[in-house]
């Protein structure tokens, strides 16, 4: 815990400048028209558990129309917005995520992705009902389109082994509003406010847009944390532990953290996929080799969900399910 001199920002913690080894070769950059598509997640996906994917056919149009009714909602006076709150898990919440302690510089919209995302909040605007919904049919088409392009470049078949998982009716998907205000300068320090501590993200895939403004840092290895430069016409898209475990340790599941910005508020939209919560999370058949061996021990995501919001955010989550 650190000490600072507005009493508001005394429980969050501080980050440091991001620093890396001169051997970072950048993120990679994945084009979704082209044909080796496929190869190249793969490659990033082993290599770093995270690219950026561009040509990916979403109108930047359709982003920023939604952006806007984020940046309205977040712009209400602050006993409007406590109507949709607090987030358990899902609604309203400011500066805590989740239910353990942890908390961050933002406030953020935490809904189910699929049926009526709104329901859990005090919203009607119908302009925020229906961007939001163009938008979600429009990423899960494209996710879906990832995870069959991840599919060819794995060589495994059936192609929508992986893409079934996060697009079946009973498919736990969840959506998440992030807005990072301009954070206070922090006199002299030499560090930013966290504004969405250091974690793994638990599902298969999450995809990530935002605007035009910085924070967001990945570790391509133990300690090192490199910052991505933002791009409001592109998504991100990291590698959650339940592909790590499909793929058996062979993607990595990257960590991620926010840094508060100085200067310019930032807004994130994350689409989460996740699987049914009875599917049983194991490696892939397809995928090993002879004799090889699963490094993890069997669990449905109903049971991986349930101890991972039993574990404040940076645990490592995985390793209770390691052999
Ligand atoms: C501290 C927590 C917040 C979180 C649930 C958890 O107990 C541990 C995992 C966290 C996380 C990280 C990725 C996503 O933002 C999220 C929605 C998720 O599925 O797992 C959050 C959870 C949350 O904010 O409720
Ligand atoms: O807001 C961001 O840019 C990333 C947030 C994040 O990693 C999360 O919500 O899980
Ligand atoms: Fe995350």
Request: glycine share 8%.
């Amino acid at each position: 815990m650190v000490v600072l001199a507005n009493p508001a920002l005394d429980s969050i913690p501080l980050v440091g400048s991001p620093k890396h080894g001169a051997r970072f070769p950048g993120i990679p950059v994945v084009d979704l028209s082209r044909p080796g598509a496929g190869e190249a997640i793969v490659s990033a996906c082993e290599e770093l558990g995270f690219f950026k994917l561009v040509n990916h056919g979403i109108p930047v149009e359709l982003m920023q129309r939604l952006e806007a009714e984020a940046v309205k909602f977040f712009s209400l006076p602050q006993v409007e917005k406590d109507k949709s709150g607090p987030a358990n898990p899902f609604g309203y919440g400011d500066k805590r995520i989740g239910v353990n302690g942890d908390v961050g510089w933002l406030e953020y919209l935490l809904f189910v992705a699929t049926s009526d995302p709104l329901s859990c909040t005090s919203m009607t605007a119908c302009s925020f009902r229906s961007a939001l919904s163009e938008y979600l049919v429009a990423v899960r088409k494209m996710a879906s389109d990832v995870l069959r392009s991840m599919a060819e470049g794995l060589k495994i078949e059936p192609r929508d082994a992986l893409s079934k998982l996060a697009m079946d009716e009973h498919s736990d998907g969840i959506f998440r509003l992030n807005h990072y205000p301009p954070c206070p300068p922090l006199q002299g320090l030499n560090r930013s406010l966290t504004g969405f501590g250091e974690h793994t993200d638990p599902q298969i895939i999450s995809i990530l847009r935002s605007n035009d403004s910085s924070g967001l840092q990945i570790s391509p290895e133990d300690g090192s944390w490199v910052s991505v430069p933002p791009d409001q016409a592109s998504f991100f898209i990291n590698v959650g532990d339940s592909l790590q475990v499909l793929t058996n340790g062979r993607f990595r599941s990257v960590r991620h953290r926010v840094a508060a910005n100085g200067v310019k508020p930032r807004v994130s939209m994350i689409y989460f996929f996740g699987p049914p919560p009875a599917q049983r999370i194991a490696p892939l058949p397809q995928l090993m080799g002879e004799g090889e061996q699963s490094k993890y021990k069997e669990f449905t995501w109903g049971e991986y969900k349930k101890a991972a919001y039993r574990s404040r955010l940076g645990d490592n989550r995985l390793v209770q399910f390691e052999k």
